[in-house]
């Protein structure tokens, strides 16, 4: 069954509005979640990389002050797109790292398509 | 130039074909390596980790050749449902992984 979890799945919303997504690891604790963006036809680019109870590093090129990465407690981190615009549209999938039945490996969520209009 | 190359692709073979797919990677100090499968618009799921030794799951088979940077994907019998795309996936350090763009695979009957 899935071991994590993300909410939305699909939204669709107004220019210059927020959104937030959440992602949840369901039976292990994450010590480290990611998210990840994917436009069509092209790879999962990584955007952000979270440790629970600190801050997030994010990577080159992409706004901090944007999208918004809180990871409060070890099942639980959210992204906020401040601000949507037409071309966040996107899929967004986030992933929880964490020792998870003896072994250490990466579960993605099911992602979430955000649409902007 | 990318992290990880992949073949451009895409693939079109008949049921039962065998089909490779190759990936290479610039960064030499790359510790994991693995193969993910992704079907339209769902997120992508682990098909299975690549070893040095080479390793097989079924009709899978995958290899790391740690000196050339290249990682492959055997598919042997190609079934209808083996139809996604491929993603080779590396990972520096724990968990941060960098994905390669895809090979799309279409089995045909």
């Known amino acids: 069954g899935a071991v994590v979890s993300q909410h939305p799945s699909r939204v669709i919303c107004k220019s210059g509005t927020s959104v937030k997504i959440e992602c949840r690891s369901l039976?292990?604790?994450?010590?480290?979640m990611f998210w990840y963006r994917q436009f069509p036809k092209q790879s999962l680019m990584l955007m952000a990389t979270?440790?629970?109870?600190?801050?997030?590093?994010?990577e080159q090129g992409v706004e901090k002050d944007k999208f918004l990465i809180n990871h409060a407690s070890l099942t639980l981190s959210t992204l906020t797109v401040t601000s949507a615009h037409p071309e966040d549209s996107s899929f967004y999938i986030c992933s929880a790292s964490g020792e998870r039945g003896g072994s250490n490996e990466q579960y993605f969520g099911p992602g979430t398509r955000l649409t902007v209009t | 130039r990318k992290e990880v190359e992949q073949d451009p692709g895409p693939f079109n073979v008949p049921e039962g074909a065998t089909v490779a797919f190759n990936c290479t990677y610039s960064?030499?100090?790359?510790?994991?390596f693995f193969w993910y499968r992704q079907d339209c618009r769902k997120e992508p799921k682990l098909l299975m980790s690549?070893?040095?030794s080479g390793n097989e799951d079924g009709r899978f088979t995958a290899q790391l050749n740690r000196a050339s940077q290249y990682i492959s994907l055997l598919i042997r019998d190609s079934k209808l449902s083996d139809s996604a795309t491929y993603l080779c996936?590396?990972?520096?350090?724990?968990?941060?992984?960098?994905f390669g763009d895809g090979t799309t695979l279409t089995v045909k009957p």
């Open positions: 996936v590396v990972s520096l350090n724990a968990g941060k992984s960098t």
């Open positions: 960064n030499s100090a790359s510790q994991s």
């Open positions: 039976d292990f604790q994450a010590t480290t």
């Open positions: 690549v070893y040095s």
């Open positions: 979270s440790n629970e109870g600190s801050k997030a590093t994010y």
